[in-house]
């Protein structure tokens, strides 16, 4: 781990993933993300990658909002709401959840996300 993480390039950095995820841009966020970061179930750079296309893939008009970002040394919070409609069914997902980071030399180590999932609503008319 970073031996002095400065926890405002943190914040800025989360400020930049969360923007990444709604602009659906892999690149962007592969950026933020060391060589060997993990994503929950994904290990390794491809893994990590395919995971958050696949979350874009499932939900075209995936959207994080309200956002709210915590640091404290090398390790991070973000608090958000996700919204989108199942590109299967149609149907429309919101779900509140949280991401728990781990940050080395001031990008992100490893994501873990934690949802509370609420029943799919019917899809829009």
Known sequence: MSSNPD??????????????????DADALMSMMTPDCVFEASA???AV???FVDVWTSFPDA??????????GDRGVSEWTF???????GARVEVQGCDLFT???GKIALKNSYRKNRPPAPPLR
């Not at 914040?11 to 993933?17: D, K, M, N, V």
């Open 7 to 24: 926890p405002r390039s943190l914040l800025s950095l989360l400020g930049a993933l969360a923007e990444a995820f709604n602009r659906h």
């Open 44 to 46: 390794g750079r491809d």
């Open 49 to 51: 990658r395919a995971a």
């Open 63 to 72: 959207h994080w909002r309200g956002a709210r970002h915590f640091v404290h």
């Open 83 to 89: 919204s989108g409609t199942r590109a299967a069914d």
């Open 103 to 105: 940050f080395r030399d």
